[in-house]
């Protein structure tokens, strides 16, 4: 008997997307009156966008998402001893804008929030691409800035030390959604701006 | 957990040369109980943190009613306790999404990025976004294009009242938290001037294309 080589079937989208969100409301079947009438007058529009979500948020290498170009990185910090203080002073110094970081270029925002009565640090940025190529432009533009921050961290082991990478990992939660509205780099966005000032700067001579 | 709402208050105009020393001395004091790596960066930044503290830049601002901006953009940072339930029901919600919500999310139009991190056992959520300008009137951009989709993530924050109800905004003011530093590398840009820039961009690398013909 001829064998058969099995054909993988193309799996039909349609009852898919109808097994997905079957799946969904059995699990909002507990949730809050108004969560489960949110889901039904949402519905439509999900299983249109269901249909067209190809790009999911994908991994930004060793951890984090990543959406398109650009990733992010949440983690969350004991403080050392005196450290909330120190950082305190530190962003106090600085009027609570750290724009050394634009010496690292792939920085798109980056913010500091003291947590749990100033007992953890929660450090959250969006940047461009691989996670371990992000840690070593830190490491290479500004060594000393990031010295000068997580030395308030407990256990930092010092931006040079090798066990640098492991540590921030070993703080980092990686996002389960990760939503960026547009698909530029720093650089790119930087280079419109330039584009946009010259264009204006074009039709005024020519008007 | 502290719920602390201190707003960054930063006076106008540039800092003096004297006073800015003052400022690098009494740091440099706040330092002296750093760790020696701390200390030594310091030592080795402080020139450049000098000049910095004594030059005019862009100011910290508050966002409105809770938040700091930066230019036209502003953040805005909360941590929820999650319902019971309610940390499966969303991840459930997420998953079926890829992680990726762009479609709801791009209706807001002053939205740069969002994220949902479950942190301490999925008993919490970590929700923080940036966005373009005023507090207030980013909540009611929410309220008003993508209500529905709100209330289906939100339902699983405890005690959430729902968008539509007169409470929503004291309840996002009391679990967010301010930055005590923020920083954006385009702060000038809005969603809506990077989608022009996008356009003019293309128009001109078609303009040369055309040329070099």
Known sequence: MASTIPIPSKPNQDSVVEQKIRRLRELYADAPELGKVALEQGLPDLKKRELAAATGAKNAGRIGARQGKVSELTGIFPFAKGGAKRLHGLLQLLEGNFQGADAVGTVHDMRFVFLDNDTKLLFATAYDGEWDAYIDDFATKIPNAMDLLFCNAEGWPGIRSPKVKDWIVEHQV?????????????????RLKRMGQAVEEFLDQIG | MATTTTQTKMQKGSTQPADAQQKIEAFRALFADAPELGKKALENV?????????????????????????????????????????AKRLRAFLKMLDGNLSGGADKVGTLHDMRFVFIDNDTRMLFATSFDGDWDVYIDDFVTKIPDFLDVIDSAWEGWPGIRSPQAKDYLVKHQITAEGWYVANPDLTVAEITRLKRIGKAVDEFLDKVGD
């Open chain 1, 174 to 190: 990686a996002a389960e959604a990760w939503y960026v509205a547009n698909d530029l780099t720093v650089a790119e966005t930087r």
């Open chain 2, 46 to 86: 402080i020139a450049e943190l000098k000049s910095q503290v004594s030059e005019p830049r862009a100011k910290v601002e508050s966002a409105g009613r809770v938040g700091a901006r930066l230019g036209q953009r502003s953040e805005l940072t909360m941590i929820v306790p999650l319902a019971p339930g309610g």
